[in-house]
């Protein structure tokens, strides 16, 4: 499926080289701002500004807020100071918060100049929150209701501070001092009498974070619980922003990044694929490989110390990479398992016990349908029709390690990440990269010795 942006980016370079500029807008109006945004990003560094500067006014904030880091620092580079106002003005605070994180001194400074006192304020306390908490997430722009209020006067009131706020379909009750109260709809007031209070219409029991929850924790609350928005409230209870459904989606997108590149032994990077260059890339990764390097090296110190155990039956040494790849895939199975039950929420540290038994249950069908396969397969496939000289006792060795190796990585695989969230370590550091050296290192010795217990 072609993006629309793709689709209009040729027609639209050509309408530049031929300097057709109302010809451009009139093709931009009819884009969606993310789209636009995609398209910039793919223009030349000159063309940016040019193009950006044809955009309506009431589509250009939208589609600031969706560029990438490097088009919005070469756009504000080419900006007059009075552009730099106006997109300060137009952006949401979260929105500023995430785009100054990316920013060099030099342009931070200049758009915090260019904010607003009160806008400075916002911008300064969301910086402030840990990152990846809830606080680090929400909009400070939303609209708050009283109580007492009628239906009217409640429109009345959205009307005037609804186009400031980010959502204006969801609306919090709070009372004098900024507590939460309650929780009502945009919906809920139109089906209302627009004399009824709006005290009658909410619903006071209302799910809320605290500023310093963990993001993770509150997209886990918007899938449980299907919401759309939810409150964001301080130490004392007070209302101070909300979370939007379309900032969870962003959430979900980094967090799933984040655990896949660490499942992949890779330091997690915010930027695309593309947009990080090489150097960065080979740092990200180089460190992790050295790691894993060296302590795959314990296998090779294993081979070197069971080497005359190994000589007296050579035919050992072809089985050892089948033994390693299938301990290593068997732990990683469980592993990740668990790091999903564990980022749903679906499993704590107390349930590690019944991890473990469930684990080995598992292990033991599937190691011994291995071994069995694995068994009949040497003395028929290898031994009569391939002619290689495998005896009983070489396919006994082998089927005893596969059943010891299974059962082990399994068990390591559901362990590991959960000791690892018990120590505040990110479980999928302890995927399949860790849990794959350990169970190689473990495989090997249980190998050497059961070929020493069954052929010597």
């Known amino acids: 499926m072609i993006h629309a942006w793709e689709e209009k980016r040729d027609e639209i370079r050509e309408l530049l080289a031929q300097r057709r500029f109302q010809a451009v807008r009139c093709v931009l109006i009819e884009m969606n701002a993310v789209d636009i945004a995609a398209l910039l990003d793919t223009l030349e560094e000159e063309q940016q500004p040019f193009l950006y500067r044809l955009l309506p006014k009431e589509t250009a904030a939208e589609t600031f807020a969706y560029l990438e880091s490097e088009t919005q620092e070469t756009l504000i580079h080419a900006f007059t100071e009075r552009e730099v106002k106006a997109i300060m003005e137009d952006l949401y605070a979260d929105d500023v918060a995430d785009m100054l994180e990316e920013m060099p001194a030099n342009v931070t400074k200049r758009l915090l100049r260019a904010a607003s006192a009160e806008k400075r304020k916002e911008v300064n306390q969301l910086l402030q929150y840990p990152e990846d908490s809830a606080g680090s997430v929400m909009t400070t722009e939303f609209v708050d209701l009283k109580a007492d209020m009628t239906v009217a006067e409640a429109f009345q009131y ?120 090489v150097w960065t890339t080979f740092c990200k990764r180089v460190p992790w490989l050295l790691l894993l390097m060296l302590s795959s090296t314990f296998t090779g110190i294993i081979i070197t110390s069971f080497e005359k155990t190994l000589m007296k039956s050579v035919v050992l040494t072809a089985f050892i990479p089948m033994l390693m790849g299938t301990g290593g895939n068997s732990g990683s199975q469980a592993s990740v398992t668990v790091i999903r039950s564990l980022a749903l929420g679906d499993i704590r540290f107390r349930d590690a016990f019944r991890v473990v038994i469930k684990e080995s249950q598992v292990a033991f ?92």
């Open 365 to 456: 069908l599937c190691g011994a349908v291995l071994a069995a396969v694995n068994f009949l397969k040497m003395l028929v496939v290898d031994s009569w029709l391939l002619g290689v000289d495998v005896s009983t006792g070489v396919a006994l060795v082998i089927a005893g390690t596969l059943l010891a190796t299974v059962m082990i990585a399994k068990v390591v695989g559901g362990l590991l990440p959960l000791l690892a969230k018990r120590v505040g370590v990110d479980p999928a550091v302890m995927a399949s990269p860790f849990i794959t050296t350990i169970v190689d290192v473990v495989s090997l010795l249980v190998y050497i010795g059961f070929a020493q217990w069954i052929l010597y």
């Open 158 to 277: 959205i009307r005037k501070n609804g186009p400031d706020t980010e959502a204006i379909y969801t609306c919090y009750v709070t009372d004098e001092n900024r507590q939460l109260q309650g929780v009502v709809s945009v919906k809920e007031l139109l089906l209302a009498h627009e004399n009824d209070r709006v005290g009658e219409q909410m619903e006071t029991h209302v799910f809320s974070v605290s500023t310093l929850e963990d993001q993770e924790q509150v997209a886990q609350l918007f899938a449980r619980y299907d919401l759309l928005a939810l409150p964001v409230v301080d130490s004392e209870g007070r209302l101070v922003g909300m979370i939007t459904v379309d900032d969870v989606v962003d959430i979900l997108q980094q967090e799933t990044t984040e655990t896949v590149e660490k499942l992949a032994a890779i330091t997690p990077t915010d930027k695309s694929y593309f947009r990080t260059g």
